[in-house]
């Protein structure tokens, strides 16, 4: 296929993607209500470059919810707005960029019931912009880093929170 951006040693075209995953202590049904469910009032804590969300529409986070957020990620800001497009209770949560060509999805398995889940997490940068692909070594590794980084805030997070709600005996 015909690539102008190769042609002219431009760099890669191809998407880029971080994948990471761990296993948390929580059911499903904790962890989704958290990642999902409370989206708007938990994604910052998990992901600190957020400096900025809102929900643009009304009502309980569902498929179809659209929100806005400023990022600076290494010192560079950014505005987005996102999309749901998976809302699977206890299963998977996708949002995708509206304004950005972004897909972030979550998804998890219970691997014991009511004690343990696996979380999968990744982000899929699917075009990168000509102005970022002199510099697409940094940018696959950044997005690497970030994926780890995620699934690491979240379990940390997640399982902090239960110990601090656990009563003492």
Do not use: H
């Amino acid at each position: 296929m015909f690539n102008l951006g190769n042609m002219l040693n431009l760099g890669s075209t191809d998407p880029v993607i971080g994948k990471a995953d761990t296993i948390i202590r929580c059911s499903s049904r904790e962890l989704f209500k958290y990642i999902g469910e409370d989206l708007f009032q938990n994604y910052p804590k998990w992901s600190p470059e957020v400096k900025e969300l809102a929900q643009l529409t009304s009502g309980p986070v569902k498929l179809g919810t659209v929100g806005r957020q400023v990022r600076v990620d290494q010192g560079r800001r950014s505005e987005s707005k996102f999309k749901v497009s998976a809302f699977e209770p206890d299963v998977r949560l996708t949002f995708t960029g509206v304004s950005e060509p972004f897909r972030c999805t979550y998804e998890l398995q219970e691997i014991t019931p009511e004690e343990s889940v696996k979380l999968t997490f990744s982000f899929e940068l699917l075009e990168l912009l000509a102005v970022m692909r002199p510099v697409e070594g940094l940018v696959r590794a950044a997005v690497k880093n970030g994926a780890v980084k995620t699934v690491q805030n979240i379990k940390q997070l997640i399982e902090t929170d239960q110990v601090a709600n656990t009563p003492s005996q």
